[in-house]
């Protein structure tokens, strides 16, 4: 004998699983909207191709976070284009002007079509400072490259303060050797620090809002974390003082730092000044990416994943 939902031996009947509805349902990947601005990632510091190479994989994860996204670098010690000719590192003013340039021509191209176009609104492109925190002479150069354009430009913020940047120092420190990767685990390890010193660069407005993040790195490790100035003479001597006469006695230097804004030599004069190692700078961790197209996201009033929070 059968029953209307299946024979009547016994055995399980496979039925289709009802789809996802309301806060159980997985959101649809967001997509750039058309015509959106670009995304301009503002590279501090000599160009180099280690930068060039950063930023790439930088915007690479943005446009997976983001897809459709018009994203693309300018250098602030960049090159202008010379008899047409593109330059290698172009400057940040330079990829602005072209940006503008580009859009103002795709709306003529569409109008001589004899589409309806509307004229250009909003900005040109929205500029993304590749920086973790403020440095006021920085983010003064890259207005002044703004000025120094002919495109409508919105000025995102930087990065930081984030739990994401905390996360990735974390990762820093434990790929180095002198934090534990995971707290949940109980396992130690040899060359663990006892007190962190997150430097960073741009003066004691950039050390007060490293703070902010070095407050949540000291949550994750469960140590001390203070913040110093590399490019401010003293500072981080001072804080390896301090923390060295609170008790700590294996210091690590965590370099607050995606890695161009700092110039050559300053980790390693840090590293001798506080008589400890160090773990690399942020670099391309995938949450830097993420940080940029949030910002970029908050320019513009899009609403933000929920990943990047």
């Known amino acids: ?46 160009p180099s191709a280690a930068a060039r190479g950063l930023a790439e994989e930088i915007l690479s994860i943005g446009r997976s976070e983001l897809p459709g996204l018009d994203a693309r670098i300018g250098y602030l010690e960049g090159e202008d284009p010379q008899d047409g000719s593109a330059p290698e590192f172009p ?23 004899g589409q309806d176009v509307p004229a250009p609104t909003g900005p040109d492109a929205v500029v993304v400072p590749l920086l973790a925190g403020p440095d006021a002479d920085l983010l ?28 990735g120092l974390h990762v820093r420190l434990s790929e180095a050797g002198l934090a534990r990767a995971d707290r949940a685990r109980l396992f130690t390890v040899a060359t663990a620090a006892d007190g962190i010193i997150l430097a960073t660069t741009g003066g004691e407005e950039a050390v007060q809002a490293a703070g902010i993040t070095g407050m949540l790195l000291a949550a994750r490790l469960a140590v001390p974390v203070m913040a110093a100035a590399l490019d401010q003479e003293g500072s981080v001597a001072s804080v390896a003082q301090q923390l060295r006469g ?64």
Request: charged share 15%.
């Open 140 to 167: 003064r150069r890259i207005r002044q490259a703004l000025m120094d354009s002919s495109a409508a430009v919105e000025l995102a913020d930087v990065l930081g303060p984030h739990p994401l940047l905390a996360e």
């Open 246 to 309: 609170a008790g700590s006695v294996q210091l690590a230097l965590a370099p607050y730092l995606i890695g161009p804004e700092a110039a050559d030599g300053l980790l390693d004069t840090a590293c001798k000044e506080a008589d400890c190692a160090t773990a690399e700078v942020l670099g391309a961790y995938p949450a830097i990416g993420k940080l940029a197209v949030a910002q970029y996201g908050a320019a513009l009033g899009l609403p933000q994943n929920a990943g990047a929070h």
């Open 1 to 46: 004998m059968s029953t209307p939902t299946g024979p009547a031996n016994g055995l399980p009947v496979r039925m289709p699983r009802p789809r996802p509805t309301g806060r159980h349902r997985r959101p649809e990947p967001a997509v750039a909207p058309e015509g959106a601005p670009a995304l301009v990632l503002a590279v501090p510091g000599a």
């Open 91 to 113: 400057s940040l003013s330079g990829v602005l002007t072209a940006v503008a340039q580009e859009r103002a021509a795709r709306a003529e191209f569409a109008r001589a079509a």
